[in-house]
């Protein structure tokens, strides 16, 4: 099973910009890897999505505003966070779907998850 680590959140004021990081334990940069996040309160919803074939797909709420990529030779995933508002305040999830390329927007299909790192965005 694939291990993920999440770091880089932190406490940033509306219009700034932070960049997540995620480790995985080992090659899984041709499957499906993913940013999730969970406000108090609300369910968890895909943020991001990285396929095995290159693909990116976004969440209408972060299009235009967040990026997704990949460090192939660091096994790592990255979410570049730009002009940030409150409402983009979570805890921010990597995930991996080491079973398929294409990525489903559905968070019950992963089955590699990180601890969750906090972004926190005052107005």
């Known amino acids: 099973q694939v291990q993920l680590v999440e770091s880089g959140g932190g406490s940033v004021q509306a219009g700034g910009s932070l960049r997540l990081s995620c480790t995985a334990s080992?090659?899984?940069?041709?499957?499906?890897m993913a940013w999730f996040r969970q406000a108090p309160g609300k369910e968890r919803e895909g943020v991001a999505f990285s396929g095995g074939d290159g693909s990116t797909r976004y969440a209408d709420s972060v299009k235009g505003r967040f990026t997704i990529s990949k460090d192939n030779a660091k096994n790592s995933l990255y979410l570049q966070m730009n002009s940030l508002k409150p409402e983009d305040t979570a805890m921010y999830y990597c995930?991996?779907?080491?079973?398929?390329?294409?990525?489903?927007?559905?968070?019950?299909?992963?089955?590699?998850w990180g601890q969750g790192t906090q972004v926190t965005v005052s107005s």
């Open positions: 080992r090659y899984t940069y041709a499957k499906c």
């Open positions: 995930a991996a779907d080491t079973r398929r390329v294409y990525c489903y927007t559905d968070r019950l299909v992963y089955n590699a």
